[in-house]
């Protein structure tokens, strides 16, 4: 039975890095995958998954109304698919997630999906916490914060590196708006600012 998979990490862990590559190895094995980004993320070229080590990637844009399983569905009628990627998963809305768990259990194809956990305030974003009741297989991908734990926070901070704790779920950005901490220094940067 195909499965719905949520990998999910903090800030910088190589989330689309190991995406392109477990992409690759589906296409070496000369099978069919399509890859979905969110149209929110713009760090790359508009539909494309671009990692932090150069790799990079076309892919379908996803906004709050697309219909993910109509769009595979549809494709379905052109060619086979063997696995559908898809990053950027916290911006997937609650319907969006089931309609990819449909896509695992009606249509029998495999669903991998990447993503953060917590938003910059250390909640769930609504679509990991939709990954998280219902994907068959939940891995994290570790990175770690400068003290050598584990980090699983993302902390927003501004241009002078102090942590921002109020504002918009949603703010793109990379290295220079985020940093990955551990619970810890998560928790003190926030407070100071409290
Ligand atoms: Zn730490």
Redesign the pocket.
């Known amino acids: 039975m195909a499965k719905l998979y949520f990998n999910y990490a903090a800030m910088n862990a190589g989330k689309s890095t190991t995406l392109l590559q477990a992409s690759f190895n589906y296409r070496e094995r000369g099978m069919e995958t399509v890859e979905f980004t969110a149209e929110i993320d713009n760090r790359a070229a508009p539909g494309a998954i671009s990692s932090r080590i150069g790799l990079q990637r076309n892919a379908e844009m996803f906004c709050t109304d697309t219909n993910l399983y109509e769009v595979i569905n549809n494709r379905l009628t052109a060619h086979p698919i063997d696995c559908v990627f898809l990053d950027e998963a916290q911006f997937l809305s609650k319907s969006q997630v089931l309609q990819l768990a449909r896509i695992a259990d009606e249509l029998g194809i495999p669903v991998i999906c990447y993503g953060l956990r917590t938003d910059f305030r250390g909640e769930l974003f609504e679509g990991s916490a939709q990954l998280l009741a219902l994907a068959d297989d939940i891995r994290e991908l570790k990175t770690i ?3 050598g ?1 584990k980090a699983t926070m993302n902390l927003r901070i501004d241009e002078t590196g102090a942590a921002v704790t109020s504002g918009e779920t949603i703010e793109i950005g990379g290295d220079d708006r985020y940093t990955a ?2 619970r ?2 998560f928790f003190e940067a926030f407070s100071k600012e409290n």
Do not use: A, D, S, W
């Open positions: 914060c400068h003290c734990r901490l551990c810890k220094h």
